[in-house]
C-alpha cells in the first residue's frame, strides 16, 4: 500500500481530469456521474442553410459543424435513450485523446432517386465516420457506422469511404477496428449499396492475415452486412444492443414459421454461447470500448511486426508451487485449467476469446514475460476436455490466427480424446478435427507444449505435438501419454484374459506416465510444475529468432 | 525431514528446560490440517517419529509431507476416513506408533477411542477416559464441579422431566433462565427463557431438539448469564496428582457460539479473580484424576463472578497465546505426561509474559451472518512471517483446495508483544501483510474487530458482534479522509497501468515515466480495480472524464429478481428439500436446508408464490450462487 501511496502523491497531475467514482463491496449503485453536456455545443438543426452568400471559409465551418451531429440532436438523444452512444462518442473513447484524424468529412451520398437529392437529405461524411487514430500509442484505422444517420444505412459513399481507410490500413500496416451500428443496405441507392457491400468484403479478404481486422457489433446488423464482421478476425457483441442475423425475426417467421425474438435469434448470448460467431460479449458500449483497448495491446500492428512486447512486472523466474498441487490424485477427477493459465500468465491477465462457446477448450491471449503469446488448452473441467466439432473449430481459428500475426502459441495438454457419438460424426468430427490438426501442423510461430496430463490417442498427435513441429514439448509427472485409458486398452490387448484388474495394473504402471513418451524423445523433458513458467519464458526467448517457412504455394487448402 | 515454517516457530516459544527426556519412539497423529502440523512439528522438537493420517483427497495435505510415515484411513468424509477408528487402529498396527496424539475435534473426546488404544497398549496423550467420561456430560461435569467446590451457575443439578417441573425450577433459580440439552454442544438444543410461558415453550423445543440433534431429550435448567464473557483457564496435570493452572483466555469474541478472536491474558481479571479461578480449576482436574492439558471454561459476569460452564479434555484450538504468555510448548508437555513423567514446573513458576492474541483465519464469507464458509483452492498465499513477533499455525499452503469436507479454518493468527497494545498493532500488521486470494476469507472483520474502539478499551462479552454489528457486518466504513486515500491510491494506480500499456517495445510515442507499483488487487480493462484497504476489499472504478460522462448514457443492467429464486448462499451439500414443484409456499416457509462444515442452514421463501421448478435433490452437492428453487 505504501508503494501505491508514493504513486498517488507522485501522480498527483495526472489525476487531474479523471472522475473517480467509488462503490463499497455492498451493492451500492454506482453513480454519482455528471452528465455534463457534450464539449462540441452547437446550434441545433444548422444543417438547413442557403449558401448563397456564403464565403467558402464559412462553407467550410458550416459542413464541419454539420458533419459534427449527424442526424442531428434529436435523433442523437434518441441513440442515448437507447443505451447507445453516437458513432463520434464511440471513436473518441476508443482512441487516446486527440489522436483521431478524420478523413472524407465532405463525402455525401450521390443518390438521386426518391427525393434523397434534396438538401436535407444531404449529410456531409454521411452515414460513417472514417479515420485513423491511436490507441496507447499505436496506429489504428478505425470506421463508426452513425446510427443518427439513415439508420446508419450503408450508401456507396458509406462503402466508398471504409474501403478508403482500409486501402491505406493495408499499405501502412495497422489494424483496422469496425464499429457497426447499421440497419443495412440504403434501399434508395439499390444495386450500388450492394456493391459497395462487395467492395468492403473483398477488402476484409485482402486484408486477412496482412493486418488484424476486428469487428465490434454495437447495434444491428443484418443481411449480407454480417458477412464483413464475420471475415474479420474478431466479432465483439454488446449485450442487449447489438443484433448479427442474416434475416430478421418477421422473414424467419414468414418462411420457417418459427417465433423467435431478436435477441433469442442473433443477441450476443445467442452468438458467443451457440452460435460461435461472437467472440465476446461485452456490458455496455463503454465497456466495451474500453475492453477494446485492452485487448488491442495484445495484437501486432501487422504480420510484418513482432508480437508486442510490453513492459513486465511479474518476474520471469518466477516459481509456481501453487501448480504442484493442482492435477487431482485421481486421473478422472476435472480441474480448472484456467487455474494453470492464471498461475503461469504474467500478473494473472488473461484476455479468453469465446469464454461461453465451447468450453472444453480454452483460447485466449496473455503475456509472458511482457510479450504476447496465444494460450490454447484443454479444460478438463468441461466434458473432460474431449475435442469436439465445435471446440475444434474454435481452436483451429485461433491458432491460425495467432500463426498469422507471429504470436507464439503454449498449448495445455489434458485430452482423453475426441468425442464419440452419432452426433458427432454425422457432423463431420472428421472434417472439424482435421482443421485443428491442420492449423498446429501448419503454423511455423514458437510453439511450446506442456501435457499436463492425458494425452490419448488421436488427439494426442493433434494437440501440438513434437510430431507436428512442436519446439518445445515438456511432460508434467502427472502426464499419461498413451493411445488410450486403461481400461479401454486392457479390453484389447488382454482380450478373454481372466484378471483384468491385474492387467490393468500392468498397462497404468507401463503407460499411464511420461516415460513411454520421454524415452522416445516425444517429448523434451519431465518438468515440476512449479517451474512451468520459468521454462516458458526462457524458452520464448531463444525461439524469438525462430525461423521456418512452409514449403511454396499459392495457398493452402484447409479442409473447411 | 524438511522443517516446515508454517508450524509452531521454536523462536516464539522458549523452551523451559533443555533436554527432553526420553519419551515415545513414534507418536501417531490422528488428525489433519494446523493441528496435526503442529503436533509434528513439537514430535521433530523431540526426535519423535511421526505418523500422519489421512483420507484420499488429503494426500497431499501439508500435514502429511511432514511427517515421517502417513496411512490412508480412508475416503474424504470424516465419518469414513478421521473418524474411522477400525482404519486408524490398523495404521497405528501397522506403523508401530507407540502413542497417538488426537488433536481436538474428531476422536480426541471419545472415550471408545480411548478405551480402544488402551486394550491394545497404545498410550493415548490426554487425560484418562474416565475423566473424559465425566466431564463429557453436562450434568454429571456440573454435580462433580459443585462437589469440588467450583462455583457452577445456580441452576437445576439433574434432569429436568416435565414442562410444569421446569417452570418451577425456574421461578425458584430466578429469571432469566436458560433451558439447553444435557448430551449437547454448539448451542443446539438450548433456549433462554424470560417468564413462565417461555420456559414451557422452551422446554419442548429444546426437548424435542435435543432428541433429535444427539438423540437424547435430557435437560438441564440454569441461571442465565446476562452480558457474560467467556474466560478458559488452561490446566496441565500428571499422573502423580500434581496441577497447575496456566492462567487465562479470553474467548468472549464468538459468533454462532464459535470463537473468533482470543487473547491472553484478559483485561477483565484482577490478580484476586485470576488465581481463584485457577484454584478452582485445579480443583476440579484434581477431582477426576486429570492428567495432561485441559480448559476449564467459565463464565464471568460482569461483577468478576464467574461460574463453570464445561471443562474440555483435550488441547485447545487457541492453546498458542497460552503458550506465548507461558513459554511452555503444551503439546510437549501433554507427551511427557502421557509417558508418567512428572510435572516440572510449580505454580509460582508460571509467568504472564507479555500479551497474545489470536484470530482465527476462515475461508468464510464474513459478510453473511459474520461467516458462512467458502470454499475454493488457494491460487494465492503468503502468510505475514515476515514480520517479527507473528506465529501463523496453519496446514495449508498456496495450491491447497479448501474443501466442503472438513473446517474451513487457514489459520491461526497469533502476534504477541510486551503489551497488549503492541501485540494488537502487530495483529492490524500482520492482517495487512496476509496475502490469500482465490477463497472468501474473514479478514475484513477480524480486523474490524481488533480495531474497534469496545474491543480495544476491553469493553466486551459473548454478544460483542450482534451488539456491534446489529444489522450484520458490512466491512468497513470510510471516513472522508481514507475515502480520500483510497480514490488517490486507485486512481495513481490506474494512471500507471495506462501510462504502462504504452510502453511497448518499438512504440514511437512512447511516454517515459519512472512509476512503479506492486499490485495486490486486480485491475480490468473498464477501470475496475479492487484494492484491499484496511481489511475490507473495496470496488472502485475509475474512469476518464470523458468515459465518465458517455457511461451516464449506459443504462443500469435490470438485475435477477431474487425474490423468485432460491440460491444457495455457499457450497455444500442438500439434506432436504420440503417442497415440490406446484406446491404453495407461505413467505418465510422452509424450502430446502443446505448443510456445509457442521452447520445446517435452512433456506426460506422470501414471498408467498408456487413452486415452478426445483433445481436440487438431496444428497447433492451444490456451489455457492447455485440455482436451487424457481418460484412462480
Redesign the interface.
Given at each position: 500500500?505504501m508503494?501505491?501511496?508514493s504513486?498517488?502523491r507522485?501522480?498527483c497531475g495526472?489525476?487531474n481530469?479523471?472522475?473517480?467514482?467509488?462503490?463499497?463491496?455492498?451493492p451500492v449503485?454506482?453513480g454519482a456521474?455528471?452528465?455534463?453536456a457534450l464539449q462540441t455545443s452547437l446550434l441545433p438543426d444548422c444543417r438547413r442553410y442557403s449558401v448563397g452568400h456564403l464565403s467558402v471559409k464559412e462553407r467550410i465551418d458550416m459542413k464541419r459543424k454539420a458533419a459534427l451531429v449527424g442526424g442531428g440532436q434529436k435523433r442523437i438523444d434518441a441513440q442515448?435513450k437507447r443505451?447507445?452512444?453516437t458513432a463520434r462518442?464511440r471513436v473518441?473513447?476508443l482512441l487516446d485523446?486527440e489522436s483521431f484524424v478524420e478523413s472524407d468529412m465532405f463525402v455525401e451520398h450521390r443518390c438521386s432517386d426518391f427525393g434523397m437529392e434534396q438538401d436535407r437529405n444531404k449529410f456531409p461524411g454521411d452515414s460513417v465516420v472514417t479515420g485513423r487514430g491511436?490507441i496507447?500509442?499505436?496506429l489504428v484505422y478505425v470506421f463508426s457506422q452513425d446510427f443518427t444517420v439513415f439508420g446508419g444505412s450503408l450508401s456507396g459513399a458509406h462503402a466508398q469511404k471504409i474501403c478508403k481507410i482500409m486501402d491505406q490500413a493495408m499499405t501502412v500496416g495497422a489494424p483496422v477496428i469496425g464499429l457497426n451500428d447499421s440497419g443495412g443496405a440504403r434501399i434508395q441507392e439499390g444495386v450500388e449499396s450492394l456493391a459497395g457491400y462487395a467492395d468492403i468484403f473483398l477488402r476484409n479478404v485482402l486484408a486477412s492475415g496482412v493486418v488484424p481486422q476486428i469487428s465490434l457489433i454495437m447495434g444491428p446488423c443484418a443481411g449480407g452486412a454480417v458477412y464483413s464482421p464475420a471475415l474479420t478476425d474478431f466479432t465483439f457483441m454488446v449485450k442487449?444492443t447489438s443484433y448479427l442475423f442474416i434475416t430478421g425475426p418477421d422473414v424467419v417467421k414468414s418462411v420457417t414459421n418459427e417465433d423467435v425474438t431478436q435477441e433469442e435469434l442473433g443477441g450476443a448470448k445467442t452468438h458467443t454461447t451457440v452460435s460461435g460467431v461472437a467472440h465476446h460479449a461485452f456490458?455496455?458500449?463503454?465497456?466495451a470500448l474500453?475492453?477494446m483497448?485492452?485487448?488491442f495491446?495484445f495484437l501486432p500492428l501487422s504480420n510484418q511486426?513482432p508480437s508486442?512486447?510490453?513492459?513486465c512486472?511479474d518476474p520471469s523466474d518466477r516459481l509456481v508451487?501453487?501448480?504442484?498441487?493442482?492435477v487431482p490424485?485421481?486421473t478422472t477427477k476435472a480441474y480448472d485449467m484456467l487455474?494453470i493459465i492464471?498461475?503461469i500468465v504474467d500478473?494473472?491477465d488473461f484476455f479468453e476469446i469465446m469464454p461461453s462457446y465451447a468450453k472444453n477448450i480454452v483460447v485466449g491471449f496473455a503475456r509472458m514475460n511482457g510479450r504476447t503469446v496465444g494460450i490454447v488448452g484443454n479444460q478438463p473441467k468441461v466434458a473432460s476436455g474431449c475435442l469436439d466439432i465445435n471446440s475444434s473449430v474454435k481452436g483451429a481459428r485461433f491458432v491460425r490466427f495467432c500463426d498469422a500475426f507471429n504470436i507464439p502459441i503454449i498449448t495445455f495438454v489434458d485430452v482423453p480424446g475426441f468425442l464419440p457419438g452419432t452426433a458427432q460424426e454425422y457432423g463431420g468430427i472428421i472434417r472439424h478435427g482435421a482443421k485443428l490438426l491442420y492449423a498446429f501442423a501448419e503454423a511455423t510461430v514458437p510453439k511450446i507444449t506442456i501435457i499436463t496430463r492425458k494425452a490419448y490417442g488421436g488427439a494426442y498427435d493433434v494437440m501440438s505435438s513434437k510430431h507436428l513441429r512442436g519446439d518445445v514439448n515438456y511432460a508434467w509427472p502427472s502426464a499419461e501419454v498413451a493411445v488410450m485409458g486403461a481400461k479401454g486398452a486392457v479390453q484389447i490387448i488382454f482380450r478373454g484374459k481372466e484378471n483384468q484388474a491385474e492387467a490393468e495394473a500392468e498397462y497404468v504402471e507401463k503407460f499411464a506416465n511420461p516415460f513411454p513418451a520421454a524415452v522416445r524423445g516425444f517429448v523434451d523433458d519431465i518438468i515440476e510444475p512449479a517451474t512451468t513458467r520459468k521454462k516458458i519464458c526462457r524458452d520464448l526467448e531463444v525461439l524469438a529468432s525462430k525461423k521456418q517457412v512452409n514449403p511454396w504455394k499459392k495457398h493452402a487448402n484447409i479442409p473447411l | 525431514v524438511k522443517k516446515s515454517r508454517r508450524c509452531v516457530g521454536d523462536k516464539n516459544t522458549k523452551s523451559v528446560f533443555c533436554l527432553p527426556p526420553q519419551t515415545f519412539d513414534k507418536i501417531l497423529i490422528a488428525n489433519r490440517g494446523e493441528i496435526a502440523c503442529r503436533v509434528i512439528k513439537t514430535c521433530q522438537k523431540m526426535g519423535i517419529k511421526s505418523v500422519a493420517v489421512h483420507s484420499d483427497v488429503d494426500a497431499s495435505a501439508v500435514h502429511v509431507k511432514m511427517a515421517d510415515e502417513a496411512v490412508c484411513v480412508g475416503p474424504a468424509p470424516t465419518s469414513k476416513s478421521y473418524l474411522n477408528m477400525d482404519a486408524i487402529m490398523d495404521a497405528i498396527r501397522s506403523t508401530g506408533a507407540q502413542a497417538v496424539h488426537p488433536g481436538y475435534g474428531f476422536l480426541s473426546e471419545n472415550k471408545e477411542f480411548a478405551k480402544r488404544l488402551a486394550a491394545e497398549g497404545v498410550t493415548f496423550i490426554g487425560p484418562d477416559t474416565h475423566a473424559i467420561m465425566a466431564m463429557g456430560d453436562k450434568i454429571e461435569s456440573k454435580l462433580i464441579a459443585k462437589a469440588a467446590k467450583v462455583n457452577t451457575i445456580p441452576g437445576f443439578d439433574g434432569v429436568v422431566e416435565t414442562a410444569d417441573d421446569a417452570v418451577k425450577i425456574a421461578q425458584q433459580i430466578g429469571y432469566p433462565v436458560m433451558i439447553k440439552a444435557s448430551a449437547g454442544g454448539g448451542g443446539k438444543g438450548m433456549r433462554i427463557a424470560w417468564n413462565d410461558e417461555e420456559t414451557r415453550e422452551g422446554f419442548r423445543f429444546s426437548s424435542q431438539e435435543a432428541a433429535s440433534s444427539f438423540g437424547d431429550d435430557r435437560l438441564l435448567i440454569e441461571k442465565y448469564i446476562d452480558n457474560p464473557r467467556h474466560i478458559e483457564i488452561q490446566v496441565l496435570a500428571d499422573k502423580h496428582g500434581n496441577a497447575l493452572w496456566l492462567n487465562e483466555r479470553e474467548c468472549s469474541i464468538q459468533r454462532r457460539n464459535q470463537k473468533v478472536v482470543e487473547e491472553a491474558p484478559s483485561t477483565f481479571l484482577d490478580s484476586v479473580t485470576r488465581r481463584a479461578m485457577g484454584e478452582q480449576a485445579v480443583q476440579l482436574a484434581k477431582a477426576v484424576q486429570y492428567s495432561s492439558a485441559g480448559t476449564v471454561e467459565f463464565l464471568v459476569d460482569s461483577k468478576k463472578n464467574f461460574y463453570f460452564l464445561e471443562m474440555n479434555t483435550r488441547l485447545q484450538v487457541e492453546h498458542p497465546i497460552t503458550e506465548c504468555i507461558t513459554g511452555l510448548d503444551l503439546v510437549e508437555q501433554m507427551i511427557r505426561v502421557a509417558k508418567g513423567y512428572k510435572l516440572l514446573h510449580k505454580q509460582e513458576d508460571i509467568p504472564i509474559n507479555g500479551w497474545a492474541i489470536e484470530s482465527r483465519v476462515y475461508a468464510e464469507d464474513p459478510y453473511k451472518s459474520f461467516g458462512l464458509p467458502s470454499i475454493g483452492r488457494l491460487s494465492q498465499y503468503q502468510e505475514p512471517l515476515n514480520l517479527s513477533n507473528v506465529r501463523v499455525d496453519s496446514g495449508i499452503q498456496e495450491g491447497s483446495d479448501i474443501s466442503i469436507y472438513y473446517d474451513p479454518m487457514i489459520s491461526k493468527l497469533v502476534t504477541y508483544g510486551a503489551t497488549r497494545a503492541e501485540a494488537l498493532s502487530k495483529m492490524e500488521d500482520a492482517l495487512d501483510n496476509y496475502v490469500i486470494r482465490g477463497v472468501t476469507h474473514n479478514i475484513p472483520l477480524l480486523r474490524e474487530i481488533i480495531t474497534h474502539p469496545r474491543f480495544i478499551s476491553g469493553d466486551i462479552s459473548t454478544n460483542f458482534l450482534p451488539e456491534v454489528y446489529p444489522d450484520g457486518f458490512k466491512g468497513h466504513q470510510l471516513e472522508v479522509g481514507n475515502r480520500r486515500e483510497l480514490l488517490a491510491s486507485a486512481a495513481a494506480l490506474y494512471i500507471t497501468a495506462q501510462l504502462r500499456s504504452q510502453k511497448v517495445l518499438g512504440n514511437l510515442s512512447y511516454l517515459d515515466s519512472h512509476v512503479a507499483v506492486q499490485m495486490i488487487f486486480c485491475i480490468d480493462a473498464s477501470g475496475q480495480i479492487v484494492l484491499q484497504y484496511l481489511g475490507t476489499s473495496f470496488k472502485v472504478r475509475v474512469l476518464s472524464k470523458l468515459a465518465a460522462e458517455l457511461n451516464s448514457y449506459m443504462p443500469e443492467k435490470v438485475a435477477e429478481d431474487t425474490s423468485s429464486i432460491l440460491r444457495s448462499p455457499m457450497p455444500g451439500s442438500v439434506v432436504a428439500v420440503s417442497v415440490k414443484p406446484g406446491d404453495t409456499v407461505a413467505e418465510g416457509q422452509e424450502i430446502c436446508v443446505i448443510e456445509a462444515m457442521k452447520m445446517q442452514n435452512s433456506l426460506t421463501a422470501a414471498k408467498q408464490a408456487k413452486v415452478k421448478k426445483v433445481h436440487c435433490k438431496p444428497g447433492e452437492t451444490v456451489g455457492e450462487g447455485d440455482l436451487l428453487v424457481e418460484l412462480e
Open positions: 500500500m508503494a501505491a501511496f504513486v498517488a507522485s501522480s495526472l489525476i481530469g479523471l472522475r473517480v467514482s467509488f462503490r463499497s463491496l455492498a449503485k454506482h456521474v455528471a452528465a455534463a442515448h443505451g447507445k452512444l462518442e473518441e473513447l485523446p491511436r496507447n500509442g499505436r442487449d456490458e455496455n458500449d463503454v465497456d474500453l475492453n483497448r485492452e485487448f495491446n511486426d508486442p512486447i510490453r513492459a512486472h508451487t501453487s501448480l504442484d498441487t493442482i490424485f485421481e487455474d492464471h498461475a500478473e494473472r | -
